[in-house]
């Protein structure tokens, strides 16, 4: 069956001028009106097919133009023998299905009688609800409004609205990802709208009434009422009264029929335009027909045409006054969001049709001309699409800013790895995802780096490229997403001179930022080095030919997934953008996109058996043999791979085949066979390394700039590490960039070393042999005693011995058992050279330090700088050794204390030191004395320190007391009792209140209300009642750091008990929590059908869901665990729900409701607190029955 489709398009403008606001409010409102019907629809094939078509269509039209009314006339023809009751029920079905169909995103009018073209502004502006002070003006579109002798220059031009063709269109399809588990589902946020930059005035009525008639006249259009010209006054009257001709706000049409218009009538024929309220009899239809009825008029108006001519926006941004320079809050909030098709002649930032524009995969060939033609911005968008494609004319499609062609991709990577296959190729069609789980509950805006805010310009110009390349959203006046996090932006300065990079600072603030709330797994990355081209070129050859090449803007080809646009946002300049494509500042941004570099170099090795090639994130390096094309060959065909799949190339960094060149920052001569710093960083490293050997004092900024340079160096300049041990040590403990550090005479040593290697060997190497050498195959061994012994070494038939003298008899073993490896080398080096030699050793802890050339220790430090380059590997037979016992044992008391414990501990002795430093200057802090303690309490009592953290710094002053077996003085009666008096003077009441079993039912029950995810409302539904029933501290089942994961309960800990296949009970093994004495805890809970909070039934359906096998226990279906910021938020929604102050109430309120309902019930002191697993009577404080 083929339907007959008569269609029409109108644009409609509306402008309201709001008397309390003291200003035009204006939108635009699009109507389609739809004509359906045709002699071949039978009984048989109506109404359900017809229907479906409708919606089709509608749904089509509704997407493409954003239309906010659609109005469907003579819906059903009548047939042959049917009955006037069957044809109502008919199309009451069919009402029914379109209206349940396209609810919620159209207003539908269905109207099936001969006059729907001539009602249709009535019925249009009835759906318009207006403020009875208002003034509605509106126009439509019926071809265009001049005549044929004017000057067609003076019409503005406005696309085209072109009808399509309902048989051949594409549906979008809809992007299923769904958003990920680890923060509280959200409805889909939309952009907002974006702002211009305006000057500011105001006009006043009388102004707006005369600019209008004006201009009107300069446009040979009169405007008049009851056949008279309008007066300025009496427009102006319209204005700032609401008075216009009876226009009293009721829309009713039997009272609105009989209003006289103020009409607006060119001198020609050709057409009218009317300001409210309308006829039903649509003069502007009739006069421009030259019809006297209003029949026929529908076949006058050209339904059947294709193209509908000029928009209705013509008469208005004629008319309105918008020249003039208005208030810029009123055109900011008012006009600008309501104009559409406004130019915004002072905008810098230029704006797609229907979205931000840049080419895509499936535009390439579209000039950058036209990306400008529109002035739309991206909040214009349907709310039903992501991206329509710029210049190339309206299309049901979306795409992502990346010109990566997918299809093609995904067919070289035939018989790649299926993983990593599916992740570039569903990554490069959907988008790729961060994975941090960051949610920010408070909305910050931190400012912008120093650099950027110093170079405006530069700033201002980059987000307009990017803006115009699709990678960059907005600018959006408020945050475009309810959960936007924002970043600070910076400048980085590149290479060339006066060039810049833009970074956006995922890692600000320090730990809580998009980067530390991203795991470790998605950041960390191995790369291809230097080392790798060394054996490249050792494998083919004096003279080898190499070549390289360059990917452009690597990190934006990546696109982002669009449900983590809200990870990416900024503030500039007071407005708000989001990045869509991958940032230079994301911790995943290397992963993502090596990960890509690496398949292109697994398809160049397999499908085209290019192997001499090499790659590091963006640059690809390849080498032939001399005297041959394959160098050649292997770069033409990667810049031909690049080109089938979209991937640009840098053209000016791209190099042809030569036997010096330089790749990864490393100058490679195959004719001499070395490996040298560039001539520009060695004249760099040289003048700072200059500048620092006549200064006393640098700034931090200064000291990690030349570390950072030095430590590139050490890619060339092997041994040139052990030199940096001592640098980067007086940079531990400073933030502060400005911080000045003194240069000690160890850092001028080793600043003079590094000037020597640079200097006098001019940043050189040569290729090391690739063999490694064992010490066996050498027959070089070497060894060491303790106290009472020496040291020996054996190199062939010549050795060495000797017994350690007095002053170096109590150095540490591995001093000793490094010191006669360092002599050997000493000894037989020149024999060694350019040999990389394998040495076996009984020491772990030797291994280390020489394979990273650097150690805390001072006297190891000083044996490291003297060997050149050696590497070491472990001896089987070094387990169990007296040296690697003790060395386990200190890492075993090491990991006593958390790292977060160590540091606190670290802190607090300084405070302490540094008090018995001004108050016993002639006593040594350790160890103590009561009265020293004594005063030091009293010392921080004075301070204003709370009793809590008081005993806080006792507690790290008695533990160094215990580990040193020294007499602890803070265990003293007298020490106790100073404690105990603090505590009195400043008690702090804890007013949280407990989350009781009445309060935990109604909160359970608010869950399926607040939270919209069904995994997350039976995950929390678990959370809180496990919290309650086995006294849990939120921490000890939701993690605040990825570090944190092993901490909390594990799925592991938890067991089901079952009978007849129906759960029965439950046991929680508790290992890891707070004051644990290293035996677990296990809780038993039995099941309650009738308690809806019951723990057993809320953890079986969640046991349901999961699909990790391993782990903690709470985890989202992503993997990630649940967040410590998770369970906050949703507790707090869930409290404001049920009328709780969010304020009393918190985590720690389930802990505490467990204390106080067990001793309601008349537990023990003795048995609460063995449930809840307190160490000391602090359980008393958690037992609150006065707010039970």
Known sequence: MVLKF???????????????????????????????????????????????DIVSFADYVITVYGVSHVVIGQLLPRYSGSSGHDYNEKVNKVNRWLDLSLKGRVNITFWHHRGLWNNTASLLIDQVHLNNAGMLIYAKNVRAAVDANSDADSVPVIPDIVAPQPRRRKRARADTTQVPADRPVQPVQQPAESIPQIPVAHPSADQIAAAMISQLKDSGVQLTV????????????????????????????????????????????????????????????????????????????????????????????????????????????????????????????????????????????????????????????????????????LQNSTSLPTPVRVNKLNHFLQGYDSNLKYRLV??????????????????????????????????????????????????????PFENFICSPLGLVPKKEEGSFRLIHDLSFPKGDSVNSWTPIEFTSVSYQNIETVIDLVQEFGLNCLMSKADILEAFRLVPVHSSEYHLLGFKWQNLFYYDAALPMGASASCQLFECFSTALQWILNTKFEINGMSHLLDDFFFVGKAGTNECSIALNTFLALAEKLGVPIKDEKTQTPTTCITIYGIEIDSQSMIARLPQDKIEKVLGLLTKFKVKRKVTLRELQSLLGLLNFACSVIVPGRAFLRRLFDLTLGHTCPHFRITLNSEARADLKAWYEFIFNFNGKSCFLFKQWVSSESLKLYSDAAGVYGGFAAVFGSKWFSGQWPPELKDLHITVKELFPIVLAIEIWGKTLANHKVL?????????????????????????????????????????????????????LLQASLSHSTRQSYKRML???????????????????????????????????????????????ISFVHKLNFWSDPTDSFFIKKIIKGAQNLRSSSDNRLPITKEILSKLVAAIPVVVQSPYNQILLRAMMSLAFYCFLRIGEMAVKSESRKNNVIQLSDLNIEFENKVSKRMTVTMRNYKHSDMQPKTISIDKNTSNIACPVMAMSSYLNLVKHNSGPLFQFPCGTPVSYAFFSASLKAVLNFVGLNTQLYKGHSFRIGAATSAAAKGVSLEVIQQMGRWKSNAVKNYIRLHNF
């Open 6 to 52: 008569k269609w029409n398009l109108q644009a409609w403008e509306e402008v309201l001028y709001d008397r309390d606001l003291n200003a035009f409010k204006k939108k635009i409102l699009y109507t389609v009106f739809m004509q359906i019907g045709g002699n071949d629809l039978t009984q048989e094939n109506y109404p359900d097919k017809l229907a479906r």
């Open 839 to 891: 040495f076996m050793t009984d020491n772990q802890a030797v291994a280390d330090i020489i394979n990273k050339t650097s150690s805390k220790d001072k006297n190891l430090m000083k044996l490291v700088r003297s060997p050149s380059n050696c590497s070491l590997v472990k001896s089987k037979s070094s387990y169990g050794s007296t040296a690697s016992l003790e060395s386990v044992t200190a890492q």
């Open 226 to 393: 009851n056949r008279e010209p309008v007066t300025t006054n009496f427009l102006t009257n319209c204005l700032t009264d609401g008075v216009s001709h009876d226009n009293t706000g009721r829309r009713d049409l039997t009272n609105v029929h009989n209003a006289e218009p103020i009409q607006i009538a060119e001198s020609g024929p050709n057409s009218s335009y009317v300001l409210a309220p309308p006829l039903v009899t649509d003069p502007d239809v009739l006069a421009y027909t030259g019809q006297d009825t209003v029949e026929g008029s529908s076949q006058a108006l050209g339904i059947d045409n294709s193209a509908m001519g000029k928009t209705a926006t013509y008469i208005l941004q004629n008319t309105l006054p918008l020249g003039f320079n208005v208030d810029e809050k009123i055109r900011r909030d008012i006009w600008l969001e309501l104009l559409p098709f406004q130019d915004r002649l002072s905008s810098k930032i230029i704006h797609s049709q229907w979205g931000t524009a840049g080419p895509t995969a499936d535009q390439e060939n579209v000039p950058t001309s036209q990306l400008a033609n529109s002035n739309t911005s991206v909040s214009d968008v349907p709310k039903n699409m992501q991206q329509f494609h710029a210049g190339k004319g």
């Open 426 to 479: 569903h990554g490069f069609k959907f988008g790729f995802k961060l994975n941090s789980s960051l949610i920010q509950t408070d909305k910050i805006f931190p400012k912008n780096h120093k650099s950027a805010r110093e170079n405006p310009d530069i700033v201002n110009k980059k987000i307009s490229k990017e803006i115009l390349k699709g990678r960059l959203r907005g600018p959006f006046k408020d945050p």
């Open 910 to 956: 300084n405070v302490f030191q540094q008090f018995c430093k001004e108050k016993f200057p002639v006593v040594q802090p350790f160890p103590s004395t009561s009265i020293m303690i004594a005063h030091f309490i009293s010392f921080l009592f004075l301070k204003n320190y709370q009793p809590s953290t008081i005993a806080s710094y006792i507690s790290a």
